[in-house]
């Protein structure tokens, strides 16, 4: 009996040797696939956000991945101030005063280079240093006419119209 156990033993390893050995890959040369990628790359948006640094208000500039070099609005950069400083920049001493809860944010145009800022927080309740944030920071995002001044309104109050002290 052990015999015939060693031989079915010995022909499903024969059987497993040649269908592994049988699956149709064949060594080939190397194929061409044409010339490498060229021509120009993406342009990458960079924007500025008013960040703070020991007390102060420090410019920083950005790169936006995932862009595609088209300008962002003044409540997307907003946003980002919301969100913080990335890692590299807390690493550097930067924080931001503008709590993730005042976004969103609404930015309207009126004339003579006046934007008006709504957040989702009572104005009342952010710190000097954030009204500056977002007022330098809206005053410094892409707009079709470069802003003078911005009031931030909140909750039935606003602040400004300022400039960037900055």
């Given at each position: 009996?052990?015999?015939?156990?060693?031989?079915?033993?010995?022909?499903?390893?024969?059987?497993?040797l040649v269908?592994?050995?049988?699956?149709?890959?064949?060594?080939?040369?190397?194929?061409?696939?044409?010339?490498?990628?060229?021509?120009?790359?993406?342009?990458?948006?960079?924007?500025?956000?008013?960040?703070?640094?020991n007390?102060?208000?420090?410019?920083?500039?950005?790169?936006v991945?995932?862009?595609?070099?088209?300008?962002?609005?003044?409540?997307?950069?907003?946003?980002?101030?919301?969100?913080?400083p990335?890692?590299?920049?807390?690493?550097?001493?930067?924080?931001?005063?503008v709590?993730?809860?005042?976004?969103?944010?609404s930015?309207?145009?009126?004339?003579?280079?006046?934007?008006?800022?709504?957040?989702?927080?009572?104005?009342?309740?952010?710190?000097?240093?954030?009204?500056?944030?977002?007022?330098?920071?809206a005053?410094?995002?892409?707009?079709?006419?470069?802003?003078?001044q911005?009031t931030?309104v909140?909750a039935?109050?606003?602040?400004?119209?300022?400039?960037?002290?900055?």
């Amino acid at each position: 009996m052990r015999t015939g156990l060693a031989r079915r033993v010995l022909a499903a390893g024969l059987i497993s040797l040649v269908a592994v050995a049988g699956c149709g890959v064949r060594p080939s040369d190397a194929i061409p696939a044409g010339d490498p990628p060229s021509g120009a790359v993406a342009p990458t948006t960079t924007i500025t956000l008013y960040l703070v640094k020991n007390g102060r208000l420090s410019a920083v500039t950005r790169p936006v991945p995932g862009a595609g070099g088209r300008p962002l609005f003044q409540a997307d950069t907003l946003a980002l101030l919301a969100a913080g400083p990335t890692a590299r920049e807390q690493a550097h001493g930067l924080t931001t005063d503008v709590p993730p809860e005042a976004g969103p944010f609404s930015v309207t145009a009126k004339p003579a280079g006046h934007l008006v800022v709504t957040v989702s927080t009572p104005v009342g309740e952010l710190s000097t240093l954030a009204v500056e944030q977002i007022v330098c920071t809206a005053a410094a995002a892409p707009a079709p006419e470069s802003p003078a001044q911005v009031t931030v309104v909140g909750a039935g109050q606003s602040v400004g119209p300022r400039n960037c002290p900055g």
